[in-house]
């Protein structure tokens, strides 16, 4: 497996034709043709894909169908299945995975696809949804026209090894051998074989020997057809053997095997309704599950998940880490589901893509920064440099540090984020339902109430309680730590215009009806429910810290400590602040399977993991469950619909949820 990582990325580098249409530089090739773009792709990967036949069989089930693409270039094939899919079979759900080596600037992509009107209702919302151009896998959904866009940017070859999901259908573009001869590689093509789902089909413009002996190695039977008006050949083909590999991972491995399918009446529980719990229900609801949530309480988002002020912020690392890159896809991740799911304008009172400032509050911090400019730069849509001017300038008060913008960070009101995920008609919701143990008897779940009571039972449950995971037998061996935080809420002072998120040590946002919201305390071993006043105390004295000027003109002064109000929650944080998400393992199986790692780490054992079937978690979200949640919710859609996975197979491995084991098993620690 390729590092994605590591890649950094260039635009595509382009000349235009008087008409408008785009030619590459890099490889001196056109993108489409001038005369008939469309009417080539509906030729030579929609028809020859049999696409409409086959999204129509699937339309009558609501089945989901998937693409997959080597070059996305302007999105033109993208557009043209969606509104095949839109004519044919709008039932049907679309899937289409692609990779860009080369991805158009966002300008460049209006440019390209103002040359086609007829499919210009499909190209605003793709340019509405463009992804900054970071490197990595990229979720990008339509929820509303039940299409999903999974976008990796960077070399076809490192996309597709670190990836998982069944494709039913390949374009394969990515311009002529002749010209890009690399990307047409065998190992491409193995991976092409692996990630082909039953029945996958295959069809390219070109008819050159190498893809079709690749092609033919890959599995598929090839034929030679017709080329595309005066072109005299193109390939197609079907998967007749399919990849012989027992699993989709690495045998080096083994115990991060996907775990098999349950759940064959798309029905599922969900415990816990924070945001853990309801992005997996809207997730699943959207894909078409029915999700029941259980949640003790009597109201939604009651735990970690209540404050009326949550910060949606990533802090990326000045080198890259595994940690860096999941935080940054949750981040962008969530950014481009706030607008979908809680509106633009006229709600603002539960979010505001206000940006967030992470200010250079002392050495270490600005030296950080400083590293994390230098070797990690990023596009200026992500993250930039500040001046003490410039952030003052952004946030509306004077500011003594400069720092580090983020233009799509935002404050959110959390509980209106559970509520709109669950507003979904695949979700019910039963406040009221504590569950104090999970049993199961004949292949089913059985989740029992405090009352020894069985109150609900499924194939499929997902854990979304946070540390109260720990009570069931199943999961009681996460090594999952609460810790204690709270915020201070400060009164009234309307005419203070703070216009952006300043974080430091703490944090404070735009104010809320008039009310700033300081956060947040950081107590290890401490399960005080109350506020404490001297928590308010450190929270103010972080802000006086990071903006005296801010605190001066909120008067923190005068304010009595013994009176202001604020809330308590306990995070759940995992030893890597990593979250757990996936299928839960079958502790004993784990070490029993896993013991001879205590003596060798380095031995092959090619035993697949052994899971808890259809159980799965999400949990562990620690202090950035806006972040984190919303994506793992994805994640945990794509190991229990087997589908297309959202984030790098190297990402599902680091927040798997058997990873403790094994590390342990590895430092003879278990
Ligand atoms: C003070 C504070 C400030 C924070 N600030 C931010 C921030 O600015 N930005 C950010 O991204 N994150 C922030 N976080 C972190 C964020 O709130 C959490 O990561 C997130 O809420 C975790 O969501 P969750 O669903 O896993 O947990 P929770 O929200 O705690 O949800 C768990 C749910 O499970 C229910 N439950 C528990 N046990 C059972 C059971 N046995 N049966 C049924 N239901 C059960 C609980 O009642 C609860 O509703 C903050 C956290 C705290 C404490
Ligand atoms: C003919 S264009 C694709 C057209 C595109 N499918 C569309 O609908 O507009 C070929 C694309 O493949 C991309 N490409 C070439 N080599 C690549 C590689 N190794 N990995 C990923 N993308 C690559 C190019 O940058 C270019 O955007």
Not at 233 to 255: F, K, N, T, V
Not at 448 to 457: G, H, M, P, S, T
């Amino acid at each position: 497996m390729t590092d994605s990582g590591s890649e950094r990325l260039s635009t595509a580098n382009l000349t235009w034709s008087d008409e408008g249409t785009p030619f590459s530089r890099q490889f001196s090739d056109i993108y489409f043709s001038r005369e008939n773009g469309i009417r080539e792709t509906d030729y030579v990967f929609l028809e020859h894909n049999q696409l409409a036949h086959r999204l129509k069989k699937l339309d009558c089930e609501s089945g989901d169908f998937t693409i997959g693409e080597t070059g996305f270039g302007t999105g033109l094939n993208f557009l043209c299945a969606w509104q095949l899919r839109d004519q044919v079979a709008p039932n049907c759900y679309l899937n289409f995975v692609s990779v860009e080596k080369y991805p158009l600037a966002k300008d460049d992509l209006s440019k390209a696809l103002g040359f086609w009107p007829e499919l210009s209702d499909y190209a605003d919302l793709l340019i509405a949804r463009y992804p900054i151009l970071t490197p990595g896998w990229h979720r990008i959904r339509f929820l509303q026209q039940r299409v999903d866009l999974t976008l990796f940017l960077g070399d076809a070859l490192n996309g597709y090894s670190n990836f998982q999901g069944k494709i039913d259908a390949w374009f394969l573009d990515g311009f002529a051998p002749a010209k890009n001869q690399p990307m047409w590689s065998p190992l491409l093509f193995n991976e092409i074989n692996r990630l082909s789902a039953t029945g996958a089909s295959f069809s390219t413009f070109t008819a050159a020997a190498q893809v079709r002996e690749g092609m033919k190695k890959a599995g598929f039977k090839v034929e030679r057809v017709k080329g595309f008006a005066n072109k005299r050949h193109m390939l197609r083909g079907d998967l007749i053997e399919p990849s012989q590999q027992l699993s989709d991972y690495s045998a080096s491995a083994p115990w991060f095997n996907l775990p098999k399918q349950t759940g064959k009446t798309r029905t599922a529980i969900v415990i816990g309704a924070g945001m853990a719990g309801t992005s997996a229900a809207h997730s699943l609801a959207s894909r078409g599950w029915q999700v029941t949530l259980l949640e003790q309480s009597n109201k939604i988002a009651d735990g970690a998940s209540g404050n009326r002020q949550g910060i949606l912020y990533c802090k990326l690392s000045s080198e890259r880490s595994i940690q860096s890159d999941f935080y940054q896809a949750g981040y962008l991740y969530t950014s481009q589901q706030l607008p979908q799911l809680l509106g633009t304008d006229q709600e603002k009172i539960y979010w505001q893509k206000c940006g967030v400032l992470q200010l250079a509050y002392n050495s270490q911090e600005t030296e950080r920064q400083s590293r994390f400019i230098v070797y990690n730069p990023q596009p200026e849509t992500l993250v930039y440099p500040v001046s003490p001017q410039q952030a003052s300038t952004i946030a509306g008060v004077e500011l003594d540090e400069g720092g580090l913008f983020y233009p799509e960070g935002a404050w959110v009101t959390p509980a209106a984020l559970c509520q709109a995920q669950t507003a979904h008609p695949n979700v019910t919701v039963r406040c009221g339902s504590g569950i104090a143990r999970i049993e199961r008897a004949r292949e089913i779940w059985k989740l029992v109430d405090r009352k020894d009571n069985v109150i609900a039972e499924s194939e499929v449950v997902i854990i979304a309680n946070a540390h109260d995971a720990l009570r069931f037998e199943q999961t009681k061996f996460l090594p999952f730590k609460a810790i204690r935080g709270q915020t201070t809420e400060v009164p009234g002072k309307k005419q203070i215009p703070l216009k952006t998120v300043l974080c430091g040590k703490g944090y404070i946002g735009p104010a809320i009806d008039g009310d700033h919201h300081i956060g947040a305390t950081f107590n290890l071993r401490c399960n005080d429910n109350e506020c404490r006043p001297k928590d308010h105390r450190t929270n103010l004295d972080e802000i006086t810290e990071l903006a005296p000027e801010l605190a001066k003109k909120l008067a923190f002064e005068q304010l009595d400590i013994e009176k202001l109000s604020g809330r308590v929650g306990f995070r759940c944080a995992s030893p890597d602040y990593l979250p757990l998400v996936g299928p839960v393992p079958d502790y004993a199986a784990f070490m029993q399977d896993y013991a001879p790692l205590r003596k060798d780490a380095s031995q092959k054992l090619m035993i697949p993991a052994r899971y808890l079937p259809g159980l799965y978690i999400t949990a562990g979200h620690g202090s950035k469950g806006l972040t984190s949640c919303p994506l793992a919710g994805e994640l945990l859609a794509a190991y229990i619909s087997q589908s297309v996975f959202p984030v790098a197979t190297n990402l599902t491995h680091a927040l798997h949820p058997g990873r403790f084991i094994i590390r342990d098993l590895i430092r003879n620690k278990r």
